[in-house]
């Protein structure tokens, strides 16, 4: 009897495991949708400025003018320091997304470590910033609560430190990397080169008839500084954006997997109580039966 309460109790306990891991699914559902939503209608505007971007990029490639002043088109060889932003959840329960991250941020660590490369590393996400403090790989900064509510102010105040130090000479590139949304299935992983532009990687091509540089500016510094910074924030906000959908997605389908799993160990502690159940009952027929015997 006693092996049979605890098989009881085991059940109980999957079962309520599961019905917590079905309600999780089910609310990173509701919340994917919202997150999805504003993922989609962000990358139309990131994507826009990126553009603008690439077109600068293009015509800078095209009449080797080296960047027009401007450091974020310059080519920078050596590299004596750069920022590396990364993003992670602050909660977990969703598989290896977090992970995934930190693996490609430890990647870039190494590979500029053995360049003799200075990295400041700066946290968004509390699963990312305790994985590196439990490493004691020092963070230049931190901020929580940011991944998971993505808010374009406070994005761009953080982000802010990144651009005025780089545009200052203090450091001399900027990678964000964070694990994205693809569909409800697939998150991808990316790795950002944000600043320098890599102007080498643009295709030179004449200006097209509908170009997107169609505003001839007063003060062509003014207004090409004002782009670039507008393109660092987009991409991080873009990237807090793109993240929490991502996460929601992650979670999603490991919920599901977590309720699928304790379905099938319901059904196997149950087949596993009803022969224990069998077996007590069998045991004890075959005592009365010889007590019977015992007494003829």
Do not use: W
């Not at 609310?27 to 553009?51: G, M, Y």
Request: overall charge positive.
């Amino acid at each position: 009897m006693a092996n049979l309460k605890n098989i009881q109790r085991q059940i109980k306990s999957v079962s309520n495991t599961q019905k917590t891991t079905r309600a999780m699914k089910l609310v990173s559902t509701a919340k994917l949708r919202r997150a999805e939503e504003l993922a989609k209608r962000s990358r139309l505007f990131s994507n826009k400025i990126n553009q603008v971007i690439a077109e600068i990029a293009g015509r800078i490639k095209c009449h080797n003018v080296n960047g027009i002043g401007n450091r974020s088109f310059n080519k920078i060889e050596n590299p004596k320091k750069i920022d590396i932003v990364f993003v992670t959840a602050d909660k977990g329960l969703c598989g290896g997304f977090n992970i995934q991250t930190i693996k490609a941020v430890n990647k870039l660590l190494t590979e500029y470590q053995e360049k003799q490369v200075k990295i400041r590393l700066r946290g968004v996400g509390k699963k990312g910033i305790e994985y590196f403090k439990f490493k004691n790989i020092e963070l230049f900064d931190e901020v929580k609560d940011l991944s998971s509510k993505p808010d374009l102010e406070r994005s761009n105040k953080y982000i802010a430190t990144s651009i005025r130090d780089f545009n200052d000479g203090i450091t001399d590139g900027l990678y964000i990397v964070y694990n994205g949304y693809m569909n409800v299935i697939t998150q991808e992983l990316h790795v950002n080169k944000i600043l320098p532009l890599d102007v080498d990687s643009f295709q030179c091509k004449e200006p097209a008839k509908e170009s997107l540089l169609e505003v001839e500016a007063y003060n062509q510094e003014v207004m090409l500084n004002s782009l670039v910074n507008k393109y660092v924030e987009q991409n991080m906000y873009y990237a807090l954006i793109d993240s929490v959908a991502a996460e929601h997605s992650a979670r999603m389908q490991a919920m599901d997997a977590a309720t699928n799993n304790a379905k099938e160990m319901v059904k196997t502690l149950n087949v596993k109580y009803n022969k224990a159940r069998q077996a007590a009952i069998t045991t004890e027929l075959i005592e009365i039966i010889s007590g019977v015997e015992s007494m003829k």
